[in-house]
């Protein structure tokens, strides 16, 4: 995808506009837009955590689904934390040094494991407590990462070239490896 074609798509969400700059001109992160990122994060979490706790709207869901709920939600952060431990420091977790390319251990079967993860953690919470609120907010961070994967994508693909290509031919961008 055209660089000018995906800022145009992020110019919508100011964090994520500030990133793709970032990557696009100076090929990672600079600290300060990595703050602003964890700020975000931050912000996300707080106000998920708010709708996971107060009383809501309720998802209508069988009973049944409160329990797959909430074991979605360990198993997605789970999954979130083994992507990050992959990577010796936080600086690499963030994106404001890019060392080698990972393919290895949950990144054989995902290219984007730690979003995955976190949208599956919030999305279990948000049926285990039925909030609609909180699917809510998970439909939202799910939407960010789908603007911002593409930029990621772009400035890896340039950073590491036929490696990464290579890597794209046999790992899904979500989950799965390519037969």
């Not at 000018?4 to 994520?16: A, D, G, Y």
């Not at 990672?28 to 709708?51: D, E, G, K, P, Q």
Request: with cysteine; proline share 4%; glycine share 8%.
């Amino acid at each position: 995808m055209p660089t000018q074609k995906l800022h145009r798509m992020n110019l919508r969400i100011p964090v994520l506009s500030r990133m793709a700059d970032d990557v696009q001109n100076g090929g990672s992160l600079r600290r300060s837009t990595a703050i602003l990122m964890w700020s975000a994060y931050a912000a996300h979490a707080a106000v998920t955590v708010w709708a996971l706790a107060k009383p809501d709207k309720q998802l209508k869901s069988p009973r049944w689904a409160i329990p797959v709920g909430w074991a979605a939600a360990a198993g997605g952060a789970g999954l979130c934390v083994a992507a990050m431990s992959r990577f010796a420091s936080a600086a690499e977790v963030e994106g404001t040094r890019n060392d080698a390319l990972a393919t290895r251990g949950i990144y054989r079967y995902s290219r984007n494991p730690q979003y995955l993860g976190y949208v599956v953690a919030l999305g279990g919470a948000a049926v285990g407590r039925r909030s609609l609120t909180a699917a809510g907010l998970t439909a939202a961070i799910a939407g960010a990462y789908a603007l911002w994967v593409p930029v990621e994508e772009h400035q890896v693909e340039v950073l590491y070239g036929e490696d990464y290509r290579r890597y794209v031919r046999e790992v899904r961008r979500w989950w799965g490896r390519r037969l």
